[in-house]
């Protein structure tokens, strides 16, 4: 925050969109709240903020794949917005490490309960 203040930026915006759990209780627990009194920065639910539809592959078996319709958030689509995915390295299932990469693609769908994005297949055990 110290930083984006130096340089200017106003308007910043910390958003998550958890698979699962409260966003709001969340930023709770992690102590942001204090952070919207010190700088001008708003805490923001991606789940709660607006969307576009977009299509994904859908893999069912090696032979078949259909489009899937899903919603991915409005805030990321905004070419005016500069994003940061501030969040540390951390190990994953399938892969060594996953960087930021997957907190800025998988945080792009919004959570539609009863479906996952989650594909079954060969590498699944």
């Known amino acids: 925050m110290e930083f984006l203040k130096s340089?200017?930026?106003?308007?910043?915006?910390?958003?998550?969109s958890p698979a699962g759990g409260n966003t709001i209780s969340g930023y709770d627990q992690c102590g942001y709240w204090p952070l919207t009194k010190k700088y001008p920065v708003k805490l923001m639910?991606?789940?709660?903020?607006?969307?576009?539809?977009?299509?994904?592959?859908?893999?069912?078996?090696?032979?078949?794949?259909?489009?899937?319709?899903?919603?991915?958030?409005?805030?990321?689509?905004?070419?005016?917005?500069?994003?940061i995915s501030a969040t540390p390295l951390k190990t994953h299932n399938t892969v060594v490490v996953t960087m930021s990469a997957k907190n800025i693609g998988m945080s792009a769908p919004l959570i539609d309960f009863g479906w996952s994005l989650s594909q079954s297949g060969p590498w699944v055990r």
């Open 7 to 16: 340089i200017g930026k106003r308007d910043v915006v910390i958003a998550e």
């Open 45 to 83: 639910d991606l789940n709660q903020e607006g969307f576009v539809n977009g299509q994904i592959w859908q893999y069912g078996s090696s032979s078949v794949a259909t489009q899937k319709a899903i919603r991915l958030c409005k805030l990321y689509f905004n070419p005016d917005n500069f994003i």
